[in-house]
């Protein structure tokens, strides 16, 4: 109940439905009360009306009008309704003379027999009086039938004006909800301004201070990158300088013992200048694009970063095959595709045992064209796979060396060419990693 009072409490949309409903309930209450009361009044004055109308009948027509209780003209086929014709005593000895004698012309209630008529009292142009009489407890009866009859459009549009409501508010607020449904899908990256166009009046001020919120976090963001752009752009001067000193250094005589603590030195630099360029990587992969991209042939891609990377392969005795159509093109920019494909290959390379295999492949998707690199290295534990791709994580027990930014930056360049990566167990081989992206597919004639 809690949850439901709550969920009632924040939805603006189900306490305007619930409230229009309401409205729109007492509405139909008051106005079908109104119709009742109506339309029971009114068909009291009908029935007043017939009463008249058969007296002016008799007068009109001179129809015979037997002594006493002569004849019944029915309204309606029910005997229930029957009107009762009677012409009223004149003469002493009639018992009823003093009761007849009493009625004065017009419309009135009297008791009879203890029950309650409806009497109309006319005189005729022959002088004799007639009295034309219907039960009341018939009367209230028609009354009472005529005026539910006129409850039932009522009651029956109740529940088509709340169904109404309800699809008006929801078609109201579905801007909103587009708006909700487009920025949750936004990546973090996605930082551009919301449109106001389709949003009411109302929610327009609270969509451009989101706007404003937006531009001051891509403003943090860009000064972040900058900020780690330049500090690798500076460290790399000195480092450079730190490389040159030491290859001097090297070829100056030495003890075997400074020798060996130079060779861990410049392994140190090497690694340091490496994890300088996967830094500034990063931020260009972090940078927002700057337009769009020609078509960029996928194998030409992986024939580029195999050109570069197949001395680490061989060294380990790797087996790396490619397989995929030559025809196979995604609108990326040249430079980030080549990041991307060589910081995933570099990967696969570093934690494959050595005589492995490494299969690349591209293939067509509904839509989109899917890149896979899959090993038969020691794989990712799943419950890791989604931190990996945070910057500088490594997986725990890892004896290979490196940055932990090379999934971050494949991350990055995916999520900014408006793709996905995706990390599963690899198909080919009992164990390893297989690492799928899937990209926008150029569009190309067929």
């Known amino acids: 109940m809690d949850g439901l009072n709550g969920g009632m409490k924040d939805s603006v949309q189900l306490r305007l439905s619930i409230w229009l409903s309401l409205v729109i309930l007492g509405a139909a209450l008051i106005a079908g009360a109104v119709a009742y009361l109506t339309t029971f009044h009114e068909s009291h004055e009908l029935q007043d009306s017939i009463l008249d109308q058969v007296a002016a009948l008799f007068d009109g027509t001179h129809l015979p009008i037997p002594q006493g209780t002569v004849g019944d003209l029915p309204s309606e086929p029910d005997e229930d309704t029957r009107l009762h014709v009677r012409l009223l005593s004149a003469a002493a000895d009639n018992p009823d003379v003093d009761r007849d004698l009493a009625l004065t012309d017009g419309i009135q209630t009297v008791r009879i027999g203890g029950k309650v008529y409806r009497v ?20 209230d009866e028609i009354a009472q039938d005529s005026a539910l009859s006129s409850l039932i459009p009522v009651l029956a549009l109740v529940p088509v004006l709340v169904a109404i409501v309800a699809a008006l508010v929801r ?10 449904a487009e920025v949750d899908r936004r990546r973090e990256q996605e930082l ?16 451009l201070a989101i706007n404003r919120l937006l531009q001051r976090a891509a403003q943090s963001m860009q000064a972040q990158q900058r900020f780690v752009a330049d500090a690798a752009h500076e460290l790399r001067s000195p480092l450079t300088a730190l490389s040159l000193q030491a290859e001097r250094l090297a070829d100056a005589p030495m003890s075997d013992t400074a020798r060996e603590r130079l060779a861990r030195l410049r392994g140190g630099i090497e690694r340091s200048r490496g994890l300088l360029d996967q830094l500034l ?18 194998l030409q891609i992986y024939r580029r970063v195999l050109e570069d990377l197949m001395p680490l392969a061989q060294a ?15 609108p990326a920019d040249e430079v980030d595709l080549v990041t991307l494909v060589r910081n ?7 934690y494959t045992p050595a005589g492995g295999r490494i299969d690349l492949s591209a293939t067509r998707a509904p839509g989109a064209i899917l890149l896979e690199i899959e090993d038969n290295g020691p794989g990712i ?13 490594r997986v725990l027990g890892s004896t290979q060396l490196g940055s932990g930014l090379g999934l971050s930056i494949a991350k990055a360049i995916t999520d900014r060419l408006g793709g996905d990566i995706r990390l599963a167990d690899a198909v080919r081989s009992p164990q390893g990693l297989r690492i799928s992206i899937s990209l926008p597919a150029a569009s190309t004639p067929p």
């Open 120 to 139: 109309l009292v006319k005189t005729l142009a022959s002088g004799k009086r007639i009295a034309v009489s219907q039960e009341t407890a018939v009367r």
């Open 281 to 298: 990587a990063l931020a260009r992969a972090q940078a927002a694009s700057t337009g769009p991209a020609a078509p960029v042939e996928v």
């Open 171 to 180: 078609k109201l607020f579905r801007p909103i909800a587009l708006l909700s």
């Open 316 to 330: 380990k005795s790797i087996d790396i095959g490619v397989l995929g159509d030559a025809r196979l093109q995604v």
């Open 344 to 350: 995933l290959v570099d990967n696969a390379i570093r």
């Open 192 to 207: 551009h301004p919301i449109g106001p166009d389709p949003l009411p009046a109302e929610v327009r001020p609270f969509a």
């Open 381 to 393: 534990p799943q419950a890791e796979r989604g931190r990996v791709l945070d910057p500088f994580y």
